[in-house]
């Protein structure tokens, strides 16, 4: 069973408009992580979030954590087209990782 | 470096045969995980190890699948007898520990008729 949602399904925006994508889940996590998954692809890890982080960054990655209201967002800045592709949060207590259902993000050129 | 290995890359088969993929993961990975994504169910777990051993199994749909890790560079996903419902992309994963990244490999795209 899944324990991430992400919201939304789908995005499709302009090139060099931020995309937002949230995540939520149900249980006590340790560590949040972001995946993207391009087309006929595996899933490429973009960022790891510890439950006593609120906060983190990495290029034009932006992730946030609140834990009291067991949700995530991801911003993506100056999105480019090569920022198409389906992501993914994911959840772990220990090694064992849940995954959400995942955001399509269109980029327009 | 070179990352997850997965083959074949794509398996058209039967029903009731039986279906075999293979995963080498990143040379050092210590864990080894093997996924199933369909668009009906997303991506879920099936199996994981740790060190070469089976540490939680409770994915595995039935009986007829079984996962086996020999040594710390090879797994196979064995699906026997397989079935039409099986038809989906399985995937592997490597990492080096807890709170690490996991390396995914391309997938192995199957199809049961």
């Known amino acids: 069973s899944q324990q991430g949602e992400e919201d939304p399904q789908a995005l499709s925006i302009q090139e060099g408009e931020n995309a937002t994508m949230n995540c939520s889940y149900k249980?006590?996590?340790?560590?949040l992580q972001w995946y993207r998954q391009n087309s006929g692809r595996g899933l490429v890890h973009l960022i790891l979030?510890?439950?006593?982080?609120r906060e983190k960054h990495s290029g034009r990655l932006r992730v946030t954590l609140d834990t009291s209201k067991k949700s995530s967002s991801l911003l993506i800045t100056a999105s480019r087209a090569a920022d198409t592709a389906s992501y993914f949060c994911?959840?772990?207590?220990?090694?064992?990782?849940?995954f959400g259902t995942g955001t399509r993000l269109t980029i327009i050129p | 470096d070179a990352g997850v290995i997965q083959s074949p890359r794509h398996e058209v088969t039967e029903m009731g045969q039986e279906v075999t993929l293979r995963c080498k993961p990143i040379?050092?990975?210590?864990?080894l995980f093997w996924y199933r994504q369909t668009m009906m169910r997303g991506l879920e777990l099936l199996i994981y190890?740790?060190?070469?051993?089976?540490?939680?199994d409770s994915g595995m749909p039935e009986d007829r699948f079984s996962a086996k890790m020999p040594n710390a560079s090879f797994s196979t996903l064995k699906i026997q007898p397989s079935e039409p419902r099986d038809s989906a992309v399985y995937f592997c994963?490597?990492?080096?520990?807890?709170?690490?990244?996991?390396?995914f490999g391309d997938g192995t795209r199957l199809s049961i008729l």
């Open positions: 994963a490597s990492s080096s520990g807890f709170l690490q990244p996991q390396h």
């Open positions: 249980t006590s996590i340790n560590n």
């Open positions: 979030i510890r439950s006593n982080e």
């Open positions: 994911a959840t772990g207590g220990n090694e064992k990782l849940t």
């Open positions: 040379s050092g990975h210590n864990s």
């Open positions: 190890f740790n060190n070469n051993v089976p540490i939680d």
